[in-house]
């Protein structure tokens, strides 16, 4: 049974930072490329940021770019979410998702479509 699991979600106030982690069993975690996505109340899902399953290719959306870093343990089957300078906006429930990619190690997708598991989401909140 896949899981994917979310921590490090919480309040925190603008300009503070957050580490947002997502440990995965069940799944040949070095065979996935792995996604973070949020969702704001009233809102879609939205991308946030995409890792392949080496680590050689990340993708960011435009509004956390060069705030927000991911990174992945492949050993410890862990993708992390570095979130650095947040502002209210950011306010939102954090999932990681993970789409299987194998073999190619420069894939990873924005479009929250591709990906086969989800967690159940860790929620984030910068008060204005």
């Known amino acids: 049974q896949v899981q994917l699991v979310e921590s490090g979600g919480g309040l925190v106030q603008a300009g503070g930072s957050l580490r947002l982690s997502c440990a995965a069993s069940?799944?040949?975690?070095?065979?996935?490329?792995m996604g973070w996505f949020r969702q704001a109340p009233g809102k879609e899902r939205e991308f946030v940021a995409a890792?392949?399953?080496?680590?050689?290719?990340?993708y960011y959306a435009d509004s956390v770019k060069g705030r927000f870093t991911i990174s992945r343990d492949n050993a410890g089957g862990t993708v992390y979410l570095q979130m650095n300078s947040l502002k209210p906006e950011d306010t939102a429930v954090y999932y990681c998702?993970?789409?299987?990619?194998?073999?190619?190690?420069?894939?990873?997708?924005?479009?929250?479509?591709?990906?086969?598991?989800w967690g159940q989401g860790t929620q984030v909140t910068v008060p204005s």
């Open positions: 890792i392949s399953r080496s680590s050689a290719i990340t």
């Open positions: 998702a993970a789409d299987m990619t194998w073999p190619s190690e420069v894939r990873a997708d924005r479009r929250p479509s591709e990906y086969k598991y």
């Open positions: 069940g799944l040949s975690f070095s065979m996935y490329a």
